[in-house]
DNA sequence: GAATTATTTAGATTATATCTAATATGACAT
DNA sequence: ATGTCATATTAGATATAATCTAAATAATTC
């Protein structure tokens, strides 16, 4: 949408705004389905100029090193990423693996005693369990 | 330490307690340190008798499934794993990707209409920042 | 003890991610 | 405009993590 602002978050960061990378990050703003590199890859391959697996790879560590973009690693399978914009958590459903947005509220910090000498940067909450298709009784009978 | 404990937990779970697959639930039963499948592999080979690699994976994918152990995906890093004791929550380091335990407290559930079909079975906090080894100032510019 | 089922195994295979080193691009000083 | 230099891109090779295969072994049931 506004590529203009892009841009200037990329440019914010210390970043180039270069096609490639600009496709990544406006590809990920567009969508909130946490696509995989692969999947990215795929999609900003679709439209010129074309972009290879290092650079988008590249283009994602960037991103997510600048702030800009969110990793989620789900186990067993490819990670995702999600442009970070309004604050949110993550339900990430045990069957299939999707990750899903849920509404943002605070998280309760733990005892500044527990943490000794780490530095905490961020709490991360992630509901876990069956995402709303994979939920539905389906006749699982049937089918095992 | 409590072998007739392990053999029953294992057996209440359905699964056979077979030599490697109690080496591999005893070895993360008297460690707290968060190892990768790999690690755990070398550790239970270093005692007889021997299991294969595949074997390993096949036993830890088991004992997750059957909730005695818990698997940490780490971003790009290999999974960690985690004997399920006392409740606890996990720090994760951003710079080295250790784990490590930290004390647990109850966390808010979610609003249930935000849940809408899903099925919630767990919520999970994750703390992320650097470990105390990582955030010593430690000559960072020596090194660089 | 024969049949059945679960488990283990070595090695091949897949999936995911990173590295390499050659090339291209853009910023900017002259 | 042209040269310089840091940054970014590329194809393909490589590394790493995890799973699959099919045959062998071990335990359980009949
Ligand atoms: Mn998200
Ligand atoms: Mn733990
Ligand atoms: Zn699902
Ligand atoms: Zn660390």
Redesign the pocket.
């Known amino acids: 949408m506004d590529a203009e602002a892009i841009k200037q978050s990329l440019e914010n960061s210390?970043?180039?705004?270069?096609?490639?990378?600009y496709a990544v990050m406006a590809f990920l703003m567009e969508h909130n389905r946490h696509p995989?590199?692969?999947e990215i890859f795929e999609a900003v391959n679709r439209v010129d100029?074309?972009?290879?697996?290092?650079?988008?790879?590249?283009?994602?560590?960037?991103l997510v090193q600048a702030g800009l973009v969110r990793e989620v690693?789900v186990?067993?399978?490819?990670?995702r990423f999600d442009a970070k914009g309004i604050r949110h958590h993550h339900f990430i459903c045990d069957r299939c693996g999707n990750v899903e947005d849920m509404e943002w509220y605070d998280v309760p910090r733990p005892a500044s005693g527990s943490l000794g000498k780490r530095i905490l940067r961020e709490c991360e909450l992630i509901f876990r369990g069956l995402c709303k298709k994979c939920a539905l009784p389906r006749a699982s009978r049937k089918l095992s």
């Open positions: 210390g970043l180039r705004c270069t096609p490639q990378r995989t590199a692969a100029p074309r972009s290879s697996r290092a650079t988008t790879y590249n283009n994602l560590r960037d690693a186990e067993g399978r490819a990670a």
